[in-house]
């Protein structure tokens, strides 16, 4: 009796320490079981896939979400990004069923086979999130990232169309190790900008991916291509620097061929001319300080700078000639007959008949003796000066006119141009 009265007890005593046992188990959350389980023998340096040959297909769903800054002149284009990723750990499977239904945990990204998927564009690349955040895991291995990323990419920039100008960047991702039989990524359907933020300076056109594929050093190389494309917002530009080039060049017109001025003032306006070209300057120095040193092209609004330097030195050019002219009444030079063609004046006032040159010297005689102190000499230059002076005053007016009409038609046609583009 006692022999079976400690056998009960004993076995008891069995039964209780399974059951001590099962409790103290079950007190564990399924969550840490299941991990426990699953990375029992996992080395995270394996590709985990449990065939040899068979590739791991990486999905690529990176998440624009905005442009931090683009430099020109550096060729630089850096954004804020949250770079997705999903693929198979054929390693970390579990059956629901054996573990309350439980479809999915959550692991450490440190913790975890990561594919080396490299942006080969970047020149720089600063992870916001940290490499222990969390990473969710489904029963069937599939694993899904999201990381946190400021990312600077070079970028070859086309500033042939500046201000108006519409960039393609090529943003390239692929495994930096693993060739096409080991890693295989492939793009979302469509690229997600959901969480784009507009930029103040830039319009986003559009984000596409394709599928290339890469040789490099004999093997063969899977790249997703994911293009780029935006346009610069041509305001700012046209506000704070072609505007003010207009301006400038059609107060330099209207300042250097103001007619009705004496000699001084003539001399004035050249100093006006060259000051005016002096601004110009700048405005060009600004401009070309946004550029690539290298550029391959004159951008537009630089192109249209230089145009309107041009017109300035040619106008200043032609008041100096015009400034020459007003004073060549001084040496009794006649107007030649093509400046008076021009000018639309006749020689109406000079005599036609040979014979005039005898009466006035004849005229200057009589004068002479009857003691009077009077040049008839003088007189005549004194005409010569105002017909000279008409003739200037006409020029003046007349290059007025066609300059104003140039820089209008040169501005127009810039213009119509960077709108077109624009559109393209
Ligand atoms: C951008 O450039 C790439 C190659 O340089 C080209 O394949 C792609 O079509 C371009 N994208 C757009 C939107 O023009
Ligand atoms: C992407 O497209 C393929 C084929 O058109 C389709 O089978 C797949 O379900 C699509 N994937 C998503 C996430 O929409």
Request: charged fraction near 15%.
């Amino acid at each position: 009796m006692s022999i079976i009265g400690s056998l009960i007890a004993t076995l008891h005593c069995v039964f209780l320490l399974t059951v001590c046992q099962a409790d103290a188990q079950s007190a564990k959350p399924v969550q840490q079981i299941i991990k426990e389980a699953i990375f029992q023998n996992y080395d995270k340096s394996i590709r985990p896939s449990k065939s040899v040959n068979a590739p791991i297909k990486v999905l690529l769903n990176p998440a624009l979400y905005s442009f931090v800054s683009v430099s020109i002149a550096e060729q630089t284009l850096t954004f804020k990004q949250w770079f997705r990723m999903r693929w198979k750990d054929e390693f970390l499977t579990w059956n629901p069923a054996a573990y309350n239904g439980v479809t999915s945990i959550m692991v450490s990204r440190a913790d975890v086979w990561l594919p080396d998927i490299m942006l080969l564009e970047a020149t720089e690349i600063i992870q916001l999130d940290d490499e222990q955040y969390a990473v969710a895991l489904q029963y069937d291995g599939s694993i899904a990232t999201s990381v946190d990323q400021l990312v600077t990419v070079h970028c070859q920039f086309d500033v042939v169309d500046f201000p108006y100008d519409t960039q393609n960047c090529t943003l390239r991702y692929s495994s930096w190790m693993y060739d096409a039989s080991y890693i295989n990524p492939y793009p979302n359907n469509r690229t997600d900008l959901d969480a784009y933020c507009e930029n103040d300076e830039w319009t986003l056109r559009s984000f596409t991916s394709r599928i290339k594929q890469m040789q490099a050093d004999g093997m063969l190389f899977v790249e997703v291509a994911y293009d780029l494309k935006f346009t610069r917002k041509p305001p700012y530009y046209i506000t704070s620097f072609f505007w003010p080039a207009f301006i400038i060049t059609s107060m330099a017109i209207v300042g250097v061929f103001t007619p009705y001025s004496e000699s001084g003032s003539r001399v004035e306006k050249v100093t006006f001319g060259l000051t005016a070209l002096l601004t110009m300057a700048v405005i060009l120095m600004i401009i070309t300080s946004e550029m690539p040193k290298s550029s391959n092209g004159i951008p537009l609004l630089g192109i249209y700078v230089i145009i309107e330097i041009v017109v300035i030195a040619v106008a200043t050019l032609f008041a100096t000639l015009n400034l020459h002219l007003h004073k060549a009444w001084m040496s009794g030079t006649p107007v030649p007959s093509c400046l008076l063609a021009i000018t639309c004046q006749y020689r109406s006032k000079t005599p036609k008949n040979p014979n005039a040159v005898e009466l006035i010297s004849a005229a200057q005689k009589a004068i002479d003796n009857a003691g009077l102190n009077i040049n008839i000499n003088n007189m005549k230059s004194e005409e010569l000066h105002e017909q000279w002076m008409r003739v200037t005053d006409r020029l003046d007016i007349m290059l007025l006119i066609i300059f104003f009409i140039l820089n209008c038609i040169v501005t127009a046609v810039i213009l119509l141009t960077g709108q077109a583009k624009l559109e393209k």
